[in-house]
């Protein structure tokens, strides 16, 4: 899925991006460690190797506390009742992200990285 949906679209951004993986088990198997290593060598970002993040971290992880609510509130508004209703919701919420809201998500993880090391990497919770 990786290899197939993930990175042939963001293949041509190479050298100039850094993957992050998130640290449920299924995601760290030796075929998809060492595919991460071929493709983004030493640019990726898991729990513990090759740049440390810590597993289950959902109040530092972007996409979970900040673009996973908000397209769930666009698209959750009123019931679906097919799976193409569904994709077009997300399509549209998606298209409504703009430059502010990335800056802003940009401020809030910097926050949160700076909790982290404050905290010296200690498990968090940080009350939205």
Do not use: C
């Not at 009123?78 to 399509?91: K, V, Y």
């Amino acid at each position: 899925m990786l290899e197939i949906f993930t990175f042939s679209q963001i293949e041509d951004l190479q050298p100039n991006i850094v993957f992050q993986q998130d640290g449920a088990p299924p995601h760290w198997s030796l075929k998809l460690r060492k595919f991460l290593d071929e493709k983004f060598p030493r640019l990726w970002i898991g729990g513990g190797y090759p740049t440390p993040w810590p597993y289950r971290s959902p109040h530092i992880t972007t996409l979970d506390f900040i673009l996973r609510g908000y397209v769930e509130n666009i698209v959750y508004q009123s019931p679906i009742r097919e799976i193409d209703e569904l994709n077009s919701r997300i399509t549209a919420a998606i298209q409504t992200i703009d430059s502010a809201m990335l800056h802003r998500t940009w401020l809030e993880i910097s926050y949160r990285l700076d909790v982290l090391r404050v905290s010296n990497g200690a498990q968090i919770e940080i009350v939205e």
